[in-house]
């Protein structure tokens, strides 16, 4: 969908017609506050930018594409849902929708058309997610006490899933190639929601300035010690856990719940797909740590190594 560019307004082709523009491998990207987009999601973006207005509640979900945004929303949606006092025999949200289905993103799903979309079905606190840069994302957000989360990867494992991911996206056998364009655009940061470094440096400084309103989570400390990471979130977003329910394995059911192997084992995951035609299944696939040694040359680890020093130094951030 975001590749199509038959269908913008005269007001955007005037003003994408301004911006620095390139071609990566699946079509046209343009350049809006630093960060690369294909037409309709620029679109989506400047809709947002136009007509979000935020409440005091609103929780965001960011991250760049491939870094764990899945797990993070099922998390939240998780930690959110056990405040409710639901009978046990309502269907847990989780069990009914996918995380993508029940966390939408707000410039590739909610404003993609439309800078007025009705939201009159989310109740309080509002969750959406997002694939934007920090201070793309705060236009509309500026002096907004909303919580955002932020998921971050190491680069090398996000290559890769994109890597597979793109090929099941595109029904294409996995094929070296894809990986070698994938991974020339990434270090070029040409890449759509990057550049990489970019994204990751807006929500690390972020962090830094405001840390009660910005959270910076990392995959890698997700996966080593899920119930310290999960209990941050939760503390962070204002709903921690209590001694009683500590006690009672409340945490380690919400980490079993939102399991790679929980999720992709739900019927809805199994069988449902995404507005724009993405297979559900196709979210759930190692959810390993380190990956990319099974995949990327010596070279190429390299080159993203000197990248990252370069890109890093002086941010205070380690990867
Ligand atoms: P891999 O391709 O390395 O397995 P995103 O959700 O941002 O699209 O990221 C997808 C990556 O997160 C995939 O990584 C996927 O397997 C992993 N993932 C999805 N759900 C997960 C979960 N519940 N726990 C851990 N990793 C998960």
């Not at 440096?201 to 996966?223: A, I, T």
């Amino acid at each position: 969908d975001h590749l199509r560019e038959d269908n913008l307004s005269e007001e955007t082709k005037t003003l994408i017609s301004s911006l620095p523009s390139t071609k990566d491998f699946l079509g046209k990207l343009y350049n809006y506050q630093g960060c690369w987009y294909y037409p309709n999601t620029l679109l989506g973006v400047r809709n947002f930018q136009k007509g979000f207005k935020p409440q005091e509640t609103d929780i965001v979900i960011a991250s760049f594409p491939k870094s764990g945004t899945t797990w993070l929303k099922a998390l939240t949606v998780a930690l959110l849902e056990r405040l409710k006092n639901n009978s046990s025999n309502v269907p847990h949200p989780l069990q009914s929708d996918n995380p993508h289905g029940l966390v939408p993103f707000l410039e590739t799903n909610l404003y993609l058309n439309s800078s007025t979309p009705d939201l009159t079905k989310f109740s309080s606190p509002r969750l959406f997610s997002t694939h934007m840069p920090l201070h793309t994302l705060q236009v509309p957000f500026k002096d907004s006490p909303c919580k955002i989360v932020y998921v971050c990867r190491d680069v090398k494992d996000v290559l890769v899933s994109q890597w597979f991911f793109r090929c099941a996206y595109l029904q294409k056998e996995l094929n070296k190639s894809v990986l070698e364009s994938s991974f020339e655009s990434l270090c070029s940061g040409v890449v759509y929601f990057g550049p990489f470094w970019e994204n990751v440096l807006s929500y690390w400084k972020g962090s830094l300035e405001d840390p009660e309103h910005v959270l910076f989570m990392r995959y890698e400390e997700m996966k080593s010690e899920p119930a310290a990471q999960v209990k941050r979130l939760a503390e962070f977003l204002g709903c921690p856990f209590t001694e009683e329910e500590e006690e009672g394995g409340s945490v380690d059911k919400i980490l079993e719940l939102c399991s790679l192997r929980s999720l992709s084992s739900m019927e809805i995951n199994k069988t449902g797909k995404t507005s724009n035609n993405v297979h559900y299944s196709n979210f759930f696939r190692k959810g390993e740590v380190g990956d990319s040694k099974n995949h990327l040359t010596p070279e190429m680890d390299n080159k993203i190594d000197m990248i990252v020093e370069e890109k890093y130094k002086g941010s205070g951030l380690k990867y």
